[in-house]
Nanobody, 115 residues
Framework: QVQLVESGGGLVQAGGSLRLSCVASGNIFSFNVMGWYRQAPGKQRELVATIGNPGDTNYADSLRGRFTISRDNAKNTAYLQMNSLKPEDTAIYYC?????????WGQGTQVTVSS
């Protein structure tokens, strides 16, 4: 089994920054893809960004340039640096790890951006 724990969410003013972290533990194979998704109230969960191993990245077009995904394999941790935050970025942000054809999700961390 794989466990994912997100942290770093919170309340921030528009224009501010936050960095989310996702720590993975358990039976993790070295080849995996980690990603961030988000779900705003009343909306479907959507892709934010993914990062493979080694390091190939993919972003939602609307977020490219403001958000940056990275990972530290030694710490089994993925990060999401979010800059120039907007009120429409308010959502629960979820971490996902895909390994050997299975998806694992974290419990989510709330990000609220005030105007």
């Amino acid at each position: 089994q794989v466990q994912l724990v997100e942290s770093g969410g919170g309340l921030v003013q528009a224009g501010g920054s936050l960095r989310l972290s996702c720590v993975a533990s358990g039976n993790i194979f070295s080849f995996n893809v980690m990603g961030w998704y988000r779900q705003a109230p009343g909306k479907q969960r959507e892709l934010v960004a993914t990062i493979g191993n080694p390091g190939d990245t993919n972003y939602a077009d609307s977020l490219r340039g403001r958000f940056t995904i990275s990972r530290d394999n030694a710490k089994n941790t993925a990060y999401l640096q979010m800059n120039s935050l907007k009120p429409e970025d308010t959502a629960i942000y979820y971490c996902k790890l895909r390994s050997v054809g299975r998806d694992y999700w974290g419990q989510g961390t709330q990000v609220t951006v005030s105007s």
